[in-house]
């Protein structure tokens, strides 16, 4: 039998992998964290995700790592991640979806006033909002990858204007774009609703701090179903407290769980969920996984592969 294939994660039992695995491959030497991982020599394939640092290192044997996310900074956290194995990341049409879903709920409710709305209820208050009209709702999306552009091209879709922006130069029909250090404040000018779904890398850290937060129009809104790493928090709160910001709907945070004592849970215009915008199903994920392992086996070229220069 071939090498044997790995859950590393805490999140789940990895139940859910091994019956989806063993239904595109047939039978597998499949480990768990949770289970053991018996001689790790024998392990070939690891789907990994947050691994403690140096543990996928002791994996002699290795010869793919799989993230079971779509982003892939919990696997470059590790200063130790052996050189030379590929990483693959999963392609998961479901989070995909779901993640648009995430950022067009949050910007609906706030461009149709709905919080408003539910004060005035509980205040049995009937009263109108002002309405700005959809073709005057900008929308913003910071990264254009597979989640970005979906999600930018149904903004665009229900009428907002939309634009997006990554690293490098994307063109994409309808969506205005613009990249690079010199088309970031452009950008931001021009949001009233900015989406994050950038890659946490280097160059992304820290990247949402005062000057950019001060860049965007009064008012703007702010969506993050990305990483909290990319947030400078009292940037964030100093531009909410001073009603620069109209608000925030935050999925990820610099720290997970975020601290019961963290200023967001209370705030009055910040709505938080628990890392939840877009969770990984094995099932729509899987199929990129089991093509990787047979191309891995076949000794063909990956799909899916991640530059850890790039960090995506
Ligand atoms: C979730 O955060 C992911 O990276 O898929």
């Not at 239904?23 to 995700?49: F, H, K, Q, S, V």
């Not at 079971?68 to 194995?85: C, I, T």
């Not at 009055?268 to 628990?274: K, L």
Request: no cysteine; aromatic share 8%.
């Amino acid at each position: 039998m071939a090498g044997a294939i790995a859950y590393v994660s805490r999140d789940t039992d990895g139940v859910a992998w091994r019956k989806v695995l063993e239904a595109g491959l047939g039978p597998i030497d499949y480990r768990t964290l949770a289970g053991g991982l018996g001689n790790t020599d024998e392990i070939e394939i690891a789907l990994a995700w947050k691994p403690k640092p140096g543990l996928l290192a002791s994996f002699r044997n290795m010869r793919m790592i799989v993230s079971l996310g779509m982003g892939v900074d919990h696997l470059l956290a590790d200063d130790r991640l052996p050189e030379g194995v590929p990483i693959t990341r999963i392609m998961d049409d479901g989070l995909v979806g779901q993640m648009s879903e995430y950022a067009i709920y949050w910007a609906l409710r706030h461009h149709r006033d709905i919080d408003r709305y539910e004060a005035s209820q509980r205040a049995r208050t009937w009263k109108p909002e002002e309405f700005v009209d959809t073709i005057h709702r900008r929308i913003g999306v910071m990264g254009l990858g597979t989640i970005g552009q979906d999600t930018a091209r149904k903004f665009a879709m229900l009428g907002f204007p939309t634009a997006g922006w990554s690293r490098t130069a994307k063109e994409i029909a309808g969506i205005e774009t613009f990249h690079g250090a010199d088309g970031f404040r452009e950008f931001l000018a021009r949001t009233d609703i900015l989406v994050d779904v950038l890659p946490l890398t280097r160059d992304t850290k820290g990247l949402l701090d005062g000057k950019a937060f001060s860049a965007l129009p009064r008012g703007a809104y702010f969506i993050n179903m990305a990483r909290g790493g990319h947030v400078v928090d009292v940037d964030l709160l100093a531009a909410l407290d001073s009603e620069h910001l109209g608000g925030a709907a935050l999925d990820v945070f610099n720290t997970e769980p975020l601290p019961p004592d963290h200023p967001y849970w209370t705030h009055p215009r910040v709505h938080v969920t628990p890392h939840v915008a877009g969770a990984t199903n094995p099932r729509t994920a899987s199929p990129g996984v089991i093509e990787n392992i047979k191309r891995l086996r076949a000794g063909q070229p990956l799909i899916n592969t991640v530059d850890p220069k790039t960090g995506y």
